[in-house]
Nanobody, 120 residues
Framework: QVQLVESGGGLVQPGGSLRLSCAAS????????MGWYRQAPGKERELVAH???????NYADSVKGRFTISRDNAKNTVYLQMNSLKPEDTAVYYC??????????????WGQGTQVTVSS
């Protein structure tokens, strides 16, 4: 099983920046896609960005040009650099990972979430 530990959330003013990190640990054969989702109060959880093991990325239209996802495969860590933050980016951000165990069965796992608040 994998554990995902997120960090980097907090309060920031509009136009500011934050960097989220999510480190995966535990017993697994490989980690495939890693990504970030977010859920604002009263709204459904939505994809922010994800990145494959070979570095292919996908972003929600609302964050294109402002957010950058990256990963360090040696550290099993995914990052989300968030620039030009807007109040509508306020949400709980969840790390997600798809991994395979040593039987090569595939699982999907969520982190606990980290709060990002954009407010003046």
């Amino acid at each position: 099983q994998v554990q995902l530990v997120e960090s980097g959330g907090g309060l920031v003013q509009p136009g500011g920046s934050l960097r989220l990190s999510c480190a995966a640990s535990g017993r697994f054969f490989s980690i495939n896609t890693m990504g970030w989702y977010r859920q604002a109060p009263g709204k459904e959880r939505e994809l922010v960005a994800h990145i494959t093991s070979v570095g292919s990325t996908n972003y929600a239209d609302s964050v294109k040009g402002r957010f950058t996802i990256s990963r360090d495969n040696a550290k099993n860590t995914v990052y989300l650099q968030m620039n030009s933050l807007k109040p509508e980016d306020t949400a709980v951000y969840y790390c997600n990972a798809t991994y395979r165990d040593y039987s090569l069965r595939q699982y999907n796992y969520w982190g606990q979430g980290t709060q990002v608040t954009v407010s003046s």
